[in-house]
């Protein structure tokens, strides 16, 4: 399939069901920890990307094939920038009885018509990875039309028109937002907006900037006490997703390499792939490139 894929494993979401609505790298930030690699078109204008009634047509035959907990709205960059992802979300809600949930950076809720697409979800996942202007621009690299007091009052508006959950997720960067006058203000910033949840994150994936490394042990454990007196709901997340990686029977080769697109594999996750699905691994090998990172090799394509 073009847009859909997986199910996907996550902790968080069960298996995922995802539906990508942007092509790759399209975003409004630029941020130094994703596994996608670095903003490529760097806008923050809705734009018509992709036909909504070819999407429609995947998920519906996806929906009836697979098993899976969440229909996941994510892309190969930010979601909210496809035009027509309000109509996508509202009418996946009709067609199939999972739960829906979005992955945004949270940057364009300052706008009427983002919420707005929004409010059928389930869940939101929104970005906080910092309580100031100067961290913002250093960790999330925003488009300069997003300035720190404009996302803020996005996810507070957001907050006060939505019905359904709202989950933060707080990327920490060794050297950059991992310490503790840095935990006191995403606290407040959280406060401000009381998601339902927060989840606490370090980069475990190659990111965009090779620099950009998991802080320690001892920094995650203080950001969680110190977060927890702002908000409630807080979990600290510092694995590596693992579990069973979805591959097309028809077309398998063709099903992993779209997967590692998206998400890098170790060798060992390869190659249990590969012996399921009887998978040259040697024709992966061949065009999957190497990438190191906190000491582990991943491979892309």
């Not at 697979?66 to 996508?88: A, H, M, R």
């Not at 706008?111 to 913002?136: C, M, N, Q």
């Not at 579990?243 to 398998?252: I, L, Q, R, S």
Request: net charge negative; aromatic share 12%; with cysteine.
């Amino acid at each position: 399939m073009k847009y859909v894929f997986g199910p996907v494993p996550s902790r968080r979401f069960g298996r995922s069901l995802g539906v990508n609505v942007v092509p790759l790298k399209v975003c409004n930030w630029n941020c130094v920890y994703c596994q996608l690699g670095r903003t490529t078109t760097f806008i923050n204008e809705e734009r018509d990307f992709f036909d909504e009634e070819e999407i429609k047509k995947e998920i519906e035959e996806a929906v009836k094939v697979f098993d899976y907990d969440y229909l996941t709205f994510i892309g190969d960059g930010e979601p909210t920038l496809y035009s027509k992802l309000g109509e996508l979300v509202k009418w996946s809600k009709k067609i199939q009885d999972k739960r829906v949930a979005v992955f945004t950076n949270g940057g364009r809720l300052y706008l009427d018509k983002v919420r707005k697409d929004l409010s059928p979800a389930d869940v939101v996942k929104v970005s906080t990875d910092a309580g100031d202007e100067r961290t913002f621009r250093i960790v999330d690299r925003p488009h300069r039309e997003i300035t720190f007091p404009k996302f803020l009052e996005g996810l507070q508006k957001f907050r006060e028109e939505f019905n359904g959950e709202i989950w933060a997720e707080v990327m920490l960067v060794k050297g950059i937002n991992d310490k503790e006058d840095e935990f006191e203000k995403i606290g407040e910033v959280l406060s401000s907006f009381s998601p339902d949840k927060v989840h606490i994150m370090v980069p475990t994936r190659p990111p965009a900037e090779i620099w950009a490394l998991p802080p320690s042990a001892e920094s995650l454990i203080k950001a969680g006490k110190i977060i927890s007196k702002y908000v409630r709901g807080v979990y600290i997340i510092d694995y590596v997703e693992r579990g069973k990686f979805y591959v097309d029977p028809k077309n398998p080769l063709e099903s992993l390499l779209l997967t590692l697109k998206i998400q890098p594999m170790t060798e060992d996750e390869i190659r249990e792939v590969c012996k399921e699905h009887n998978i040259d691994l040697k024709e992966v090998m061949k065009v999957a490139k190497e990438v190191e990172f906190n000491g582990i090799k991943y491979f892309v394509y």
